[in-house]
């Protein structure tokens, strides 16, 4: 399953993510988890060093290299250059697993806590004035579009912070979309911002109280989120204890909250898999990409880079 942790910054949207995390690699299960925030604090909330952090390969510097990996033999894709961030698998496409030979887990992934961690890497000083942060985010959905998880696996991203997340197609490339949501009329004003832009596009999103402290918080996140409120994190001092630059273990993490990480996963893993919906909104999005920008940067119709009679899935893997 594929699943996104939105939010306003400051929210904890990073911290829940790591937890989530560390708590389906804690089961023993394949977990992938993406930092594709503009600010890459994931795998220091996961526990790494600085200097371990700075000798992650980003993947958003690679993209030439991840294109022509993705590419594979398809007929359809002229040559790496041709592809954006948007272009989709078809026949002959080098399609990708959570577990087994992964290409690009070997490139830019580094184990933490049982999982694997890839980053997008930072908007550096370079960028300014030049490139967009998306341009970088490319590279996860790139990965995420050419991605075949099956069940029991896990693949977590970070996304960028406020509706910048909405920005490109990515929105869609997942199963689950929490919502980490603060008691405040600023937290669940952002609630109400991402659902108008997801009500379109069938994207399922659940809020996640975060930094409850009593009932009456829980009620405010009721009155102004309805029933998309799922469950909510209580005041943790495990979390300031990482805020505060140490390294807890797992399992001194306060009862009611792991309680909230394991409903989380029971609500991902009741959402049933949708490829051809998946496969359709990678068409959709990739054709209205080439129409706003892309055949124009291309010099090409990238239309003609979509298979129609291609189904994204654990089908293609073996055709």
Not at 126 to 136: E, I, N, P, T, W
Not at 162 to 174: K, L
Request: net charge negative.
């Amino acid at each position: 399953m594929k699943i996104a942790f939105v939010g306003k910054g400051g929210s904890g949207k990073t911290t829940l993510s790591s937890l989530f995390v560390r708590h389906l690699a804690d089961q023993h299960v394949p977990v992938v988890a993406i930092d594709a925030d503009i600010n890459q604090n994931l795998g220091a909330a996961l526990g790494l060093d600085e200097e371990s952090l700075a000798k992650i390969p980003p993947m958003g510097a690679h993209l030439e290299q991840i294109k022509e990996l993705l590419r594979g033999d398809n007929p359809r894709i002229t040559s790496a250059r041709s592809m954006i961030k948007t272009t989709p698998p078809g026949r002959g496409s080098r399609l990708l697993t959570v577990t087994g030979d992964n290409p690009l887990h070997d490139r830019f992934g580094v184990s933490v806590h049982g999982a694997t961690l890839m980053v997008t890497g930072p908007f550096a000083e370079r960028d300014l004035g030049v490139a967009c942060y998306h341009s970088k985010v490319g590279a996860a959905e790139m990965y995420l579009n050419h991605l075949v998880d099956g069940p029991g696996e896990y693949v977590v991203v970070d996304m960028t912070a406020g509706a910048d997340a909405f920005a490109s197609g990515m929105f869609t490339r997942f199963d689950m979309t929490f919502l980490i949501a603060e008691p405040t009329v600023r937290g669940v004003g952002v609630y109400h911002q991402y659902a108008d832009h997801a009500r379109d596009h069938d994207v399922t999103i659940r809020v996640i109280g975060n930094k409850v402290q009593d009932p009456s918080d829980v009620e405010f996140l009721r009155e102004h989120v309805g029933e998309a409120l799922s469950g909510w994190m209580t005041h943790s001092g495990f979390v300031r204890s990482m805020e505060k630059g140490h390294r807890p273990e797992l399992w001194e993490l306060e009862e009611d909250n792991v309680k909230t990480l394991a409903l989380m996963r029971d609500m991902v893993d009741a959402v049933p898999k949708d490829w051809e919906k998946f496969t359709r909104q990678s068409a959709e999005f990739h054709l209205r990409n080439a129409r706003a920008w892309g055949n124009e940067a291309k010099s090409a119709d990238l239309a003609a880079q979509l298979d129609p009679d291609f189904l994204m899935g654990p089908t293609a893997l073996t055709t």
